[in-house]
């Protein structure tokens, strides 16, 4: 069955740099999460989108930006990047419709900022 | 984490032994649902309790939910070294709604 797809997996950048991650949800999703996971820490909700429209908003910070695309990929830009960034990022989908809000989660990517 | 405590943070048992780890939680919840994440890996969906249910199965896991408690419990029966992992829970308010995830326990089964 197909999974949640992220790129790239790995991402190094300099502070003060840009990066973009990407998201392909599983086909028929229509809801895309974005969480980040620092060392040793537990999954922090960022953002999210449902049918190309911010859903609701967490610990984001302004730095981060966020969108979800006609084909339901959303892509998570990231600037003035700061060494507290560095950062496993996790995507997840779901459909709206089902009864239950089970998210299915991409592989993540591990952002390292130098 | 700002709702989800887990206990114990980290958990060491022998294989074939039964290893129980706990949530708590403080606000009112749709569903709970536990997550497995190997060492800097993924995150993988294990089981999901409803909000009217206070116990569910799933091979060798079994799962509680006390509502009143606001607390969860996870049981992995007969435990295996590849069973080593991080274990969160995860509390859901209501459809497509974000998940606020528990600190974790780290389980080491030793072979």
């Known amino acids: 069955a197909a999974g949640v797809i992220q790129s790239p997996r790995h991402l190094i950048k300099e502070k003060r740099e840009t990066a973009t991650l990407k998201c392909y949800p599983i086909?028929?999703?229509?809801?895309v999460y974005w969480y980040q996971q620092g060392p040793g820490q537990d999954p922090q909700f960022l953002i999210s989108?449902?049918?190309?429209?911010?859903?609701d908003k967490g610990s984001i910070p302004d730095r981060f930006s966020a969108q979800q695309f006609s084909d339901y990929h959303s892509e998570l830009n990231m600037s003035s990047l700061e060494l507290g960034d560095s950062a496993l990022y996790f995507c997840?989908?779901?459909?709206?419709?089902?009864?239950?809000?089970?998210?299915?989660f991409g592989p993540g990517t591990r952002l390292t900022v130098l | 984490s700002q709702q989800g405590e887990e206990d114990p943070q980290a958990l060491s048992i022998q294989e074939g032994e039964n290893a129980t780890m706990n949530c708590s939680y403080k606000?009112?919840?749709?569903?709970l649902q536990w997550y497995r994440q190997n060492s800097g890996r993924g995150l993988v969906h294990l089981i999901l309790?409803?909000?009217?249910?206070r116990e569910k199965h799933s091979g060798r896991l079994r799962v509680t939910l006390d509502t009143s408690k606001k607390s969860s419990s996870l049981l992995i029966t007969a435990s295996r070294a590849a069973d080593t992992a991080s274990y969160f829970c995860?509390?859901?308010?209501?459809?497509?709604?974000?998940?606020?995830f528990g600190e974790g326990t780290q389980l080491t089964v030793n072979p």
């Open positions: 995860a509390t859901d308010p209501g459809s497509g709604s974000r998940l606020t």
């Open positions: 086909p028929r999703h229509d809801t």
């Open positions: 997840a989908s779901s459909w709206k419709g089902a009864l239950y809000n089970e998210q299915f």
């Open positions: 606000t009112s919840i749709n569903n």
């Open positions: 309790i409803r909000s009217n249910e």
């Open positions: 989108f449902y049918e190309k429209m911010q859903s």
